[in-house]
């Protein structure tokens, strides 16, 4: 609740119509940034992991699953993007959250940066960027 707080501050402050909001996580982050996507898909224009599967972490699968599979009607997260490293073996692991999410109607993407491993990069958020101002245009 205190997120959503201040994302409506910062929304109204600088005038950001909601689609034009990206939330973003990166490596165990992913999972709680597709939690808040899961729980509040209203709220963001997409949704993007960097170096992370976003619902294969213990701590947040069983929540994302239940509200991905029973609460949240089919179709209703923002659009995916899952970017990963090449020096990196996340690419199984994403193509099963990809298939899992797309059997739920969700629009999912998967970008791989080549030379980058298990770290963030500017090659990474600029690949994120581009997605998302294609999506929106």
């Known amino acids: ?63 994302m699953a239940e509200r991905l599979t029973g609460g949240l009607p089919p179709g209703r997260l923002p659009p995916v993007l899952l970017v990963y490293g090449e020096n990196t073996n996340l690419r199984p692991w994403l193509e099963e959250d990809q298939t899992f999410l797309e059997k739920r109607g969700n629009q999912v993407e998967i970008i791989a940066v080549p030379g980058m491993g298990y770290e963030q990069s500017p090659e990474a958020a600029s690949e994120i960027l581009d997605w998302f101002e294609e999506l929106k245009s």
């Open 1 to 63: 609740k205190f997120f959503l707080e201040i994302l409506r501050e910062v929304q109204l402050t600088y005038n950001i119509r909601t689609e034009r909001v990206l939330l973003a996580g990166f490596a165990l982050g992913a999972p709680y940034a597709f939690m808040l996507a899961a729980f509040y898909p209203a709220e963001f224009g997409a949704v993007a992991s960097i170096a992370g599967s976003p619902i294969r972490e213990e701590v947040t699968s069983a929540l």
